[in-house]
């Protein structure tokens, strides 16, 4: 059975910095592309960061520079680092698995999602 959860979110000030978590189980992360996506209130889901099944990365524009993907394989967990925050970052995060290998950032092409993760960035 293929589980995604999320840790990691909470509340910070701008400039500040968190770790998300996602734990897979069911399958190997390192099999498909993985991808972290979030979603502010009234606004669509928006892909955010999204690593490939050889460890390419990519990122939406606003994230660049301070936002890392990473992954741990023996751990099977995926991990979004998230540096100099901004009140525009706040937003429910979540997890996904892509249906193959190869990336995209859009929501249509992930299959498995996790229960998200809020985060919260004052100003």
């Known amino acids: 059975q293929v589980q995604l959860v999320e840790s990691g979110g909470g509340s910070v000030q701008a400039g500040g910095s968190l770790r998300l978590s996602c734990l897979a189980s069911?399958?190997?992360?390192?099999?498909?592309?993985m991808g972290w996506f979030r979603q502010a209130p009234g606004k669509q889901r928006e892909g955010v960061a999204v690593?490939?099944?050889?460890?390419?990365?990519s990122y939406t524009y606003s994230v660049k520079g301070r936002f890392t993907i990473s992954r741990d394989d023996a751990k099977n967990i995926l991990y979004l680092q998230m540096n100099s925050l901004k009140p525009e970052d706040t937003a429910m995060y979540y997890c996904?698995?892509?249906?193959?290998?190869?990336?995209?950032?859009?929501?249509?092409?992930?299959?498995?999602w996790g229960q998200g993760t809020q985060v919260t960035v004052s100003s």
């Open positions: 996904a698995r892509a249906i193959g290998r190869t990336c995209s950032f859009a929501r249509y092409d992930y299959k498995d």
């Open positions: 069911g399958y190997t992360i390192g099999d498909y592309c």
């Open positions: 690593m490939d099944w050889v460890g390419t990365t």
